[in-house]
């Protein structure tokens, strides 16, 4: 199943239903909708979980999350750092 965007998701849906179960209010939802208001990314894994997955968090923001099946690693402190020096020294 392909992810939709929070717009799309609402034909299926009130913003009203969607704010209940997230325990949100309407406004906020309509704020996100229209783009006023980034989805701060606490709420954007709330609605992947109030949407089933239908509308995802990658989909609502890519910027913290990144694409689909890409997840990002953490660095190990004893890896080596990005321009190849010793992570201890500085």
């Not at 990314?41 to 890409?70: S, Y």
Request: proline share 9%; aromatic share 4%; net charge positive.
């Amino acid at each position: 199943m392909a992810a939709m965007n929070l717009h799309d998701y609402l034909t299926t849906t009130t913003q009203q239903e969607l704010a209940d179960r997230l325990g949100v209010t309407q406004g906020i939802i309509s704020q996100w909708v229209l783009g006023r208001v980034p989805v701060p990314p606490e709420r954007a894994a709330a609605i992947e979980r109030a949407t089933q997955g239908e509308v995802t968090r990658v989909e609502l923001r890519p910027d913290v999350f990144g694409p689909l099946g890409i997840r990002r690693k953490r660095r190990n402190k004893n890896s080596p750092t990005p321009h190849g020096g010793d992570p201890g020294s500085a």
